[in-house]
């Protein structure tokens, strides 16, 4: 996969870093709304792909 030049990893710093160290520390993780969204629409498109492969 070939990524864009200007992508580079940044620091996590401030209230960002404090989330994700409460996060890891809880065995948890940090997402935001549409990746959770995004998530629940692709395993319940793959849910509904595995229900119609099994009645056939």
Do not use: C, W
């Amino acid at each position: 996969m070939k990524y864009p030049f200007h992508t580079q990893s940044k620091p996590v710093v401030g209230e960002e870093a404090r989330k994700l160290i409460e996060a890891i520390e809880a065995g948890q993780s940090v997402t935001n709304e549409r990746a959770l969204a995004l998530a629940k629409r692709i395993a319940d498109r793959r849910n509904q792909a595995q229900a119609n492969a099994q009645s056939k």
